[in-house]
């Protein structure tokens, strides 16, 4: 049974910093590139991140270059990104994904909520 579990997902001030993970299981992890994506209401899902599948390619979208950073531990099968500098925009749920186009997973999501 495939499994994409997020965590660290909450309330933080303009500025702050969050972790998000995102652990599968029943799948091979390494055989598939990970991406993370958001949703703030009213808006269309859109792609935060992308890493291949051992690390070497990562791609950000702009509104996020340079604050973000996502990483991957192939051995605890488990993604991350680093979220800097957060900002009131970056409120969203936030999914991680297996695969690309066709053959993929997704997770149930976390919250973040960046306010004052």
């Known amino acids: 049974q495939v499994q994409l579990v997020e965590s660290g997902g909450g309330l933080v001030q303009p500025g702050g910093s969050l972790r998000l993970s995102c652990e599968a299981s029943?799948?091979?992890?390494?055989?598939?590139?990970m991406s993370w994506h958001r949703q703030a209401p009213g808006k269309e899902r859109e792609l935060v991140a992308t890493?291949?599948?051992?690390?070497?390619?990562?791609n950000y979208a702009d509104s996020v270059k340079g604050r973000f950073t996502i990483s991957r531990d192939n051995a605890k099968n488990t993604v991350y990104l680093q979220m800097n500098s957060l900002k009131p925009e970056d409120t969203a749920v936030y999914y991680c994904?297996?695969?690309?186009?066709?053959?993929?997973?997704w997770g149930q999501g976390t919250q973040v909520t960046v306010s004052s």
């Open positions: 890493i291949s599948n051992y690390g070497k390619t990562i």
């Open positions: 994904k297996a695969g690309g186009a066709s053959n993929f997973y």
């Open positions: 029943g799948f091979t992890f390494s055989s598939y590139p």
